[in-house]
């Protein structure tokens, strides 16, 4: 006799007292990030309580039992700090104050407060290599002229050509354009340049003035006594530029990234930096982390950021980049696996995040079109294999960020009028693509509301229509929701002492096109073919992204779906 399974249990078993004291205790846990589950929130487009149409730190506080009963560990918070915002926050002018617009101190404070009292801890958001333009800082170097001591704080050059009137060097900035700025001095004549990888309001500072570093270990101090517990480091790998500030030699230089050691990325001497915060780390109880956006080459240079000695986790960029593609995914499960066994931290692995395209709308195009894609592809094929790709990432070793609304099935916007776009690589050619938008429109609470729940006063970017029936509110205790399965998916990784922590998978025979792997009593299946596969079934059903049929001790598996099961 034949059985089918629906994607998810009843949402009953989702609310579970489990679930509940689990939550009670992870404060408590040693060693809590090798297997947490972290939420990125993206505070401008989280939830909106003063009905300005923007986020701000008091509507995160208000949604945290949102984020407790999902059944996370932690919450990292995007930059909330004072910035003129030319570039959603990642220009900061003052890293020891939080933006009106997001609120204040004691907003912070009483968010820190919030989410430890509902065991979760907070991490957020460190923006170390440059600052804003409006930095006291750089607007003293400004007006100090050429040969100032605030200068040297910065990256400052002389242009080459017979007047000064080309860039020091030919790097490019990751927005589009010369990395370089030209300056008017304070006597009114045009002066030397400025170094800025991103855009021109974000100037990188000179890590080898002794005065940057003693800047920023204060700035750790300041927000580890506010009692957040780590930090996210922005462009971590970027800190330290090569010795001269040498050409590259080639343009069209953001092709090259991810493929070689750049002279102004993944410089060896940033792992100096980090083996000095560690210690400022360490002296603070409570086992606070370190986390390092680091675009590197491979896996294996990734891993150096993730020494006993320095950060403890970084972000697995080469997963996120990898399509649905069982061999694919295999092999780069391997060799994460194989490049962080030897440093012995845990694998991190993210889908989705506030700088590339939702993993739903990735999936439901062609793979080779990258990361940031302009084209909705087939929704419904997307959505499949987002829910199975998450169960898969779900069911590795180590540790998986979640990025605000993709627990919702959202798709990414890609026709927003070109009026409302504010990504500031948007507006600078030959960057990149600059439709980063797509993936920060505010998420839907309720099914009606002007902007669904987010706030009375609309939201900062439009809404799609079709947003309502997407919301938490429509999806909460509805069968098989994209909700529903991602509040079992937590619950279950906290119940089965097999998934999380580790650094290994033993591979299953599977037919082509499906990953099978074995961790203690856990078995876990994806078929990442558009076509049903017939597999063993493995022992008791956990949990499916989609419905499958069980007879005869077999398994049929449609197309795009994960399925765990367990032994024991």
């Avoid at 309502?468 to 205790?477: D, H, P, R």
Wanted: net charge negative; aromatic share 10%.
């Amino acid at each position: 006799m034949s059985q089918q399974h629906s994607a998810a249990p009843a949402p009953t078993s989702v609310t579970s007292s489990a679930t509940s004291s689990a939550t009670a205790t992870v404060a408590g846990r040693r060693d809590w990030w090798r297997d947490a589950v972290i939420y990125q929130v993206y505070p401008r487009s989280f939830a909106d309580s003063n009905g300005d149409g923007m986020g701000d730190l008091e509507g995160v506080r208000t949604r945290l039992p949102y984020l407790r009963d999902l059944g996370v560990d932690a919450v990292w918070l995007s930059p909330f700090y004072a910035s003129p915002q030319a570039d959603a926050g990642y220009d900061v002018a003052d890293y020891r104050a939080v933006d009106p617009m997001f609120g204040s101190l004691l907003d912070a404070d009483a968010l820190i407060r919030d989410a430890h009292g509902l065991g979760l801890r907070v991490i957020v958001d460190l923006v170390p290599n440059h600052s804003s333009d409006q930095y006291e800082w750089f607007r003293r170097a400004l007006a100090e002229g050429p040969g100032s001591p605030s200068r040297d704080r910065y990256h400052f050059r002389p242009g080459k050509g017979k007047n000064g009137e080309l860039p020091p060097n030919d790097w490019e900035s990751i927005f589009g354009g010369p990395a370089w700025t030209r300056v008017t001095e304070p006597d009114g004549t045009p002066g030397e340049w400025y170094l800025h990888l991103f855009a021109p309001e974000q100037p990188d500072f000179n890590w080898e003035h002794p005065a940057v570093g003693d800047e920023f270990r204060s700035i750790l101090r300041f927000w580890l006594d506010m009692g957040v517990d780590g930090f996210r480091i922005d462009v971590a790998h970027g800190m330290v530029k090569a010795q001269g500030l040498p050409d590259l030699g080639s343009h069209e230089q953001l092709k090259l990234l991810g493929n070689d050691v750049m002279p102004f990325f993944d410089q060896d001497g940033v792992h100096d930096i980090y083996r000095q915060w560690r210690l400022i780390l360490d002296e603070y109880s409570g086992e606070r982390i370190f986390v390092a956006e680091a675009w590197t080459p491979t896996v294996e240079r990734t891993a150096n950021y993730v020494r006993p000695d320095e950060l403890h986790q970084a972000f697995n960029f080469q997963y996120l980049g990898t399509h649905w593609d069982a061999e694919e995914l295999r092999t780069v499960i391997d060799r994460t696996l194989d490049a962080m066994r030897p440093v012995g931290a845990p694998a991190t692995w993210v889908l989705s995040n506030h700088d590339v395209t939702r993993h739903a709308t990735r999936f439901a195009n062609p793979a080779g079109l990258g990361t940031q894609i302009r084209l909705a592809g087939d929704r419904a094929l997307g959505l499949r294999r987002a829910r199975a790709a998450t169960l898969l990432m779900l069911a590795l070793p180590g540790s998986a960020y979640v990025y605000q609304g993709e627990e919702l099935g959202l798709p990414d916007v890609v026709d927003l009028p070109d009026e409302v776009r504010q990504d500031p690589a948007y507006f600078r050619g030959a960057g990149q693509d600059g439709f980063r938008d797509g993936c920060r429109v505010p998420i839907p609470w309720t099914r009606t509301g002007s902007s669904y729940g987010f706030g009375a006063g609309g939201s900062w970017l439009p809404q799609p229509a079709g947003w309502a029936e997407l919301s938490v509110e429509a999806q909460t205790g509805e069968p098989g929701s994209t909700l529903e399965l991602y509040r079992a998916a937590l619950a279950t990784r906290r119940d089965q002492p097999d998934l999380g922590a580790g650094d290994a998978v033993e591979w299953l025979r599977a037919p082509e096109g499906v990953l099978a792997f074995r961790r203690g009593d856990f078995v876990c299946v994806a078929n990442t073919t558009g076509e049903s596969v017939t597999t063993p079934a493995y022992g008791r059903l956990l949990l499916s992204s989609g419905e499958i049929t069980e007879a005869d001790g077999e398994a049929k598996v449609p197309g795009d779906t994960t399925v765990w099961w367990t032994t024991a």
